[in-house]
């Protein structure tokens, strides 16, 4: 994963320095038997699903009248 990200890792770092542009990562797990305190076998936890998002936010267009962050989606696949 870092290693598909590197070049926007690279790219974020330099346009982050005016601090109106940002890169969000977004890691969401969906697991089964989360509350769980068995550790194998049936009824342990289970991750289930996993989805990965990258986004490029611009926040240079947002005045007092304007609330709008510009968003880039970045393809994670």
């Known amino acids: 994963y870092e290693e598909q990200f590197l070049m926007v890792n ?3 770092n330099l346009v982050t320095l005016r601090s109106d542009i940002f890169t969000a990562y977004v890691l969401v797990q969906g697991w089964r038997n989360a509350g769980s305190t068995i550790t194998s076998g049936p009824g342990s936890p289970q991750l ?5 998002a990258a986004l490029i936010l611009d926040r240079n267009a947002v005045t007092s009248t304007n609330k ?3 968003q880039l ?3 994670t696949e």
Do not use: A, C, K, M
């Not at 289930?48 to 990965?52: A, D, G, K, P």
């Open 10 to 12: 690279r790219l974020s």
């Open 68 to 70: 709008t962050i510009d």
């Open 48 to 52: 289930v699903v996993q989805r990965r």
């Open 73 to 75: 989606r970045v393809p």
